[in-house]
């Protein structure tokens, strides 16, 4: 994604805009950089939004005919001045004024990651960004629409298979009685009419003594929840703890059971990626000795508990595919054939159709797109004189997520070897540190050691950690409190101390 947008703006004449609380490396392309203080993304989109209606730079057409909720959410705007957001969020009102009216003089896409969403305001930062976006008629359209960049390979294939605890697959909801009966049709059991918990609440609830057990896959929440000594404390206490992965990781090394799984080269089966697109995988290599395919191991498992399996059991993934298409609408049109060479974007519902390239083209799903008034939420946790400074967390181009895998590459782990802590040449300073020295990093939740590293990235007031190494796991600082709608915890914004401790 990042090449093709360098390509856009280098070879086409495509205009940036970037916002990030960090000078990071492809604000060196943007035409205008919005720095905002972290935790205030809401008043910065808010304000875009208000000078474009000011400036009457607003699509009417497209509002009046597809979207409802717009006279409410105009006046919302009322408080949200480029003035304010100055105040408020630090980026100057003659930027804020240059990128409302870049973005609304053309078809503009808005893509975003999670950035955005890991705050206690995640879905109104979302929802303001797709006010924005209705606002000036770019949703529905080439070249537009909110397109959210997805952290891991395949998290939209297993949002669409209903890895999810509010949702079935295709997002038909757990508490809709007409959805649930047709998987209980499909699947010749009684479903429960209750959501799920999230992530964070299966972890509260091991904590509070509710949940007996867990059986976690392709996770390594010992390194990747927020304020991870809690995620720690749980799976220590919990009395039966499954753990399947490819490698043992920080968390299987405390699991009751193992099970060792095959890769994605060493397996059948679909990705669906962030354009919704559904292709093909295919085994390259054999797994391991005594590792297995996921799906076998979940159809072994469930064989023993007393499901009744297809002949294929879990060893047909093509079987597996023709099943989930048959309950799931938005993939009806699918299979193995139609996807052999090139995959195909759903909703795709039958066979004669190509997949849908655009979403929302003629009419948002739910018929009109509504226009959501959102109000600005502070972080959970802001700065004071014991905790002076913002710590925003994130990835590195040379590590992936937890490590699990790219630390074991000698060459990745030269490149970017250990945890380090981003900070400006004026913190530095201020708090008697320079290039390479240790500090000790303390938050409400824990504290950590790692290298001070001086940077042009770093602004005043706001540090920066990566959150791939359990040695000095950035997750150790940061908050769980979460996005009441999403359960998403915010990791973005948590306030730090620092303290140099020696080389």
């Known amino acids: 994604m990042g090449a093709a947008l360098k390509r856009a ?33 809401v008043i910065w989109i808010n304000a875009l939004a208000h000078v474009i209606l000011r400036d009457g730079l607003h699509d009417r057409e497209y509002i009046d005919e597809r979207t409802e909720g717009f006279t409410a959410y105009s006046q919302s705007l009322a408080q949200f001045t480029p003035e304010y957001a100055e105040k408020m969020c ?40 797709a006010n924005l976006a209705m606002l000036c008629g770019n949703i529905g359209i080439e070249g537009g629409g909110l397109n959210p960049l997805r952290g891991q390979n395949n998290v939209q294939g297993a949002c669409d298979m209903g890895a999810l605890p509010v949702t079935y697959p295709a997002y038909g909801k757990v508490t809709d009685e007409t959805v649930r009966a047709r998987f209980e049709a499909a699947w010749s059991v009684t479903l429960s009419p209750n959501n799920g918990l999230t992530s964070r609440q299966m ?39 499954i753990v399947q992965d490819i490698f043992l990781t920080e968390t299987a090394k405390l699991a009751d059971v193992v099970l060792p799984a095959a890769c994605f080269a060493e397996k059948n089966g679909t990705f669906s990626n962030t354009e919704r697109r559904v292709q093909r995988v295919r085994k390259a290599v054999n797994p391991p000795q005594g590792a297995r395919d996921d799906a076998q191991i979940v159809c072994d498992i469930a064989a023993q508990m007393g499901a009744v399996l297809a002949p294929e059991g879990g060893t047909n993934a093509e079987a ?48 009109k797109g509504k226009f959501h008034p959102v109000s600005y939420v502070a972080p959970a946790e802001v700065v004071d004189e014991t905790y002076p400074l913002i710590l925003t967390t994130g990835r590195v181009l040379y590590q992936y997520h937890t490590g699990t895998m790219t630390r074991k590459a000698t060459e990745l782990a030269t490149k970017s070897p250990a945890a380090y802590i981003e900070i400006s040449s004026n913190d530095a300073k201020k708090y008697g540190m320079k290039d390479g020295d240790m500090a000790k990093v303390s938050s409400r939740r824990g504290t950590i050691r790692v290298t001070v590293k001086l940077s042009e990235k770093a602004v005043d007031g706001t540090v920066f950690i990566p959150f791939h190494f ?4 950035a997750n150790v600082l940061t908050n769980s409190a979460e996005c009441p709608e999403s359960g998403i915890a915010e990791v973005k914004v948590c306030a730090v101390n620092i303290e140099p401790v020696g080389d």
């Open 203 to 241: 972890f509260d609830a091991v904590d509070a003594g509710t949940l007996q057990s867990m059986y976690l896959i392709g996770e390594n929440p010992v390194v990747s929840h927020a304020d991870s000594a809690h995620a720690v404390h749980c799976l220590e206490k919990i009395p039966f703890l």
């Open 320 to 367: 597996i595919f023709n099943e989930m298409t048959s309950v799931t609408p938005s993939y009806a049109g699918l299979s193995y054939k139609r996807i052999e060479k090139n995959g195909i974007q759903w909703p795709c519902p039958d066979e004669k159709s190509d997949g849908t390239s655009i979403l929302h083209a003629d009419n948002f799903v739910r018929g």
């Open 470 to 473: 359990a040695e000095a796991a």
């Open 90 to 129: 630090g980026i100057p009102v003659v930027d804020l004024e240059k990128a409302a009216h870049l973005y609304a003089k053309g078809k503009s896409a808005i893509l975003y990651c999670m950035g955005i969403t890991q705050h206690v305001s995640g879905t109104d930062n979302v929802k303001a960004l």
């Open 9 to 41: 703006i280098t070879q086409h004449g495509t205009k940036l805009i970037v916002s990030d609380p960090r000078k990071i490396d492809i604000v060196r392309f943007a035409d205008v950089w919005l720095r905002a203080q972290p935790g205030t993304d």
